[in-house]
């Protein structure tokens, strides 16, 4: 061999071992983890998740399942709502399975568990659809997106629906991170109606008897309008017993926001009753969500479903984010690229805020409709509440 060959040969080996250079580009991959928890009390909430990942990263990429030229590798893996597990699954992740970004995951206390996991390993964790407000708030870290919607705008949504005058309030929670931000964030955004007592139950609890008794004891002397607010995740059949208890003899109302389909069939017992919700197949009307419910019903012989569209929302942000960088997934690149991107998603367009990465996305007034046609109450829309009619708060001291 010449010593020009044998020069070339030797820069060529060189170049070969070098970390995430030729290799990579060789490998011609972007890989991400997608992890929920699909076992455990969210089950349903994770599938959807997962569907809704799939199907868009479907649409984001025209089919191609590729983007800037680059195939899109997902590995999927299951927290089963545990924090430890949740943690240990991303560090596996991003260190074994050396993928480029994650998604994840659906409960809060496994989504806070990760977040420090991002920020050792200094790689991208979309968060989607935990909603505590410490993940981008007192736990955030520059690493974190969330296309999920926050407690604070849940909070602030139905603010706007229930903050009137002469209303006085009770809260009936789950004893966790989901539950009592959600609290402290409606709390923290009525201006005029009046919270007069909060109620934690434990996150599996089968019985709020208790609870709603005392919640009855302080509400039914009261005047004007009484709104029990029931902020709860998983199954609504436990908060939703309250209704056997005969609040309405006290001239007690309940109120809450929006969840999962099957859920939904619960609020047929509350005509008329309004809140503010994330997301439902009937309600926005933009090109993404049209070829949502079409490919679903294609697909499933159903709707797609409160979290399907947030899957399909954080699918999006990633795919969008790497056609922005040509497929260069140098995680200070892909920051910089998404501090201030808007895409659009099922609900619209989305903005990824600078400040705290957390996505502004509008939110829906509804009230229920008994329609005989459908198995569970239908969520009509009052009005769309526009990301900036919601001055949600800043809270990671960035």
């Known amino acids: 061999m010449s010593r020009r060959a044998l020069a070339l040969s030797s820069l060529a080996l060189a170049a070969a071992a070098l970390p995430g250079t030729v290799s990579a580009q060789a490998k011609g991959e972007v890989k991400i983890a997608l992890i929920s928890g699909k076992t455990g009390p969210l089950e349903a909430y994770a599938k959807q998740t997962v569907t809704g990942f799939m199907m868009g990263l479907d649409y984001a990429t025209g089919g191609t399942m590729t983007v800037a030229g680059k195939k899109i590798v997902v590995i999927e893996k299951d927290d089963q709502g545990k924090p430890d597990l949740g943690k240990n699954l991303l560090a596996a992740a991003y260190g074994d399975d050396k993928v480029d970004l994650a998604v994840g995951t659906t409960g809060s206390g496994v989504a806070l568990a990760m977040l420090p996991v991002a920020e050792e390993y200094k790689k991208i964790l979309i968060v989607e659809p935990a909603v505590a407000d410490a993940i981008t708030g007192e736990k955030w870290n520059k690493y974190i997106f969330r296309t999920g919607r926050s407690s604070s705008q849940d909070a602030l949504a139905n603010a706007i629906v229930l903050d009137k005058d002469n209303v006085s309030v009770a809260t009936l929670a789950q004893d966790y991170a989901f539950g009592r931000d959600g609290v402290k964030a409606l709390k923290d955004s009525l201006k005029k109606t009046k919270v007069v007592h909060e109620e934690y139950v434990p996150q599996n609890a089968t019985d709020i008897t208790a609870a709603a008794q005392r919640i009855f004891d302080k509400m039914k002397?009261?005047?004007?309008?009484k709104i029990i607010s029931i902020i709860w995740?998983?199954?609504?059949?436990?908060?939703?017993?309250?209704?056997?208890?005969?609040?309405?003899?006290?001239?007690?109302?309940?109120?809450?926001?929006?969840?999962?389909?099957p859920a939904m069939t619960l609020y047929k017992r509350l005509p008329g009753m309004e809140g503010a919700l994330y997301y439902y197949f009937g309600i926005p009307k933009n090109p993404v969500n049209e070829w949502l419910v079409a490919n679903h019903y294609k697909q499933f012989k159903s709707p797609p479903d409160f979290f399907t569209a947030g899957g399909m929302s954080a699918a999006i942000a990633a795919v969008e984010a790497l056609k922005k960088t040509g497929g260069d997934t140098n995680t200070n690149k892909l920051i910089a690229t998404m501090e201030g991107m808007s895409f659009e998603t099922p609900k619209g367009k989305m903005t990824f805020r600078k400040e705290d990465h957390q996505a502004m996305q509008s939110m829906y007034h509804f009230?229920?409709?008994?329609?005989?046609?459908?198995?569970w109450g239908v969520p009509e829309l009052v009005r769309e509440i526009k990301p900036e009619e919601m001055q949600v708060p800043i809270r990671n001291k960035r």
């Open 221 to 225: 002397g009261l005047p004007g309008r």
């Open 233 to 261: 995740a998983g199954n609504l059949a436990v908060p939703f017993k309250i209704i056997d208890m005969e609040p309405k003899r006290y001239g007690i109302e309940l109120a809450t926001g929006g969840n999962i389909l």
């Open 367 to 375: 009230k229920i409709k008994v329609d005989p046609a459908f198995d």
